[in-house]
């Protein structure tokens, strides 16, 4: 893990203190909150008031019946938060029934990504838009998230409210990030910081990844977390998929801030199962930037 910079503990006015974590989930759920509680309180420990987790976060697989635990998986996450005093994203859950709570029809789930408040209530729900769908050279191969998940319809820009001050948090998840559209839409719509909770495959990762998180910085010119699922993720029915991590925190001007260069979680991160990334919004100084170049100020075709 590269040093943070700067430093997590920064409790400056105007800052928020940020982490990404990355874990390599398997199937067994209650290992798996586990893991996710011990990282939460070892980034709520360096003062970090934003925690991020990545996409899958309870389980690898098995949808359905993590889908049936939906609501009381969100009750343990948002009992994280309140014990810990952060906010938690908690990077997707699979839910069987919409925002609106009709059933999602044709058999199918939708992903859905979750923020909770210090006080355990949930903040926002976002459904992910967009439907990984592509051909890997992999031992996987063909990849078809609508075959499981009906694609949601709304965007959110939901607050985080630190120290009186308000940061404007757009929620996006994985392959959402190869849609540029959204990012800017959700920077219209007043956001200050990106969520990308995501399990890239090894192969889209290491092409893609890192290029990814970089330019939709640039396009929204907001605060990019990537908190990544990485390594070698084993299913009940023999198969095995690999995912790329490098867990990575990107600035509005497309520098890496913090990250974690490793797919497979090693050292003091594979004893503890989950790596932590930091960053440090600076708001104001993000601000300075969009006003040196308003480049939503610019914009023509949207």
Sequence with gaps: MSTPSPTPNDTTPHKLTVAA???????????????????????????????VLPENCCSMGRQFPTAERFDDLSEVLAGYAREFEVYLLAGTLPCFYRPDGTAVPNGRLRQVSLLFSPEGKMVARYDKIHLFTATVADKHGNYDEAATFEPGTQTVVAPIEVDNVVYQLGMMVCFDLRFPALAQRLRQAGADIL???????????????????QARALDSQCMVIGAAQGGEHHYKNGKTRETWGHTAITDFNGSMVDSYDNSALQGAAADNDYALVFATLDKEAQQQGRQKMPIFDCHRLA
């Design 21 to 51: 974590v990355q874990l390599n989930t398997q199937q067994d759920v209650e290992h798996n909150l586990a893991t996710i509680k011990s990282a939460i309180a070892a980034a709520s420990a360096q003062g970090v008031k934003l925690v």
């Design 195 to 213: 969520s990308a909770p995501s399990a890239f495959t090894y192969l889209t990762g290491q092409a893609h990844w890192s290029l990814l998180l």
